[in-house]
């Protein structure tokens, strides 16, 4: 198994193959996610007192919030995927 590490802003890391969605936290129905998961105690709040800027949903249901922009740690998990793919064989 691949175990990619993404840097999620402050030092702060989480398995790049676990993360299903990285969400802008503006709309109701995501504000509404994240209270939820503070009541269940399945939020990790890793923007160290700094404004959310995304919302990561992890496969096993936690919320993890980051004070990154989506478009920043999304092109991370590209730049991961990149890097540890081996280039395609050319079909003949």
């Known amino acids: 198994m691949n175990f990619n590490?993404?840097?999620?802003?402050?030092?702060?890391?989480v398995m790049g193959c676990k993360v299903v969605a990285i969400i802008s936290p503006e709309s109701a129905p995501i504000k509404r996610m994240v209270q939820e998961a503070r009541e269940r105690n399945t939020l990790i709040d890793a923007t160290f007192g700094r404004k959310t800027r995304s919302v990561l949903i992890m496969d096993n249901g936690q919320i993890i919030l980051s004070a990154l922009q989506a478009e920043t740690i999304s092109h991370r998990i590209l730049q991961v995927?990149?890097?540890?793919?081996?280039?395609?064989?050319?079909?003949?």
């Open 5 to 13: 590490l993404l840097n999620i802003g402050f030092g702060n890391m």
């Open 81 to 92: 995927d990149g890097e540890d793919k081996e280039e395609p064989e050319e079909e003949l």
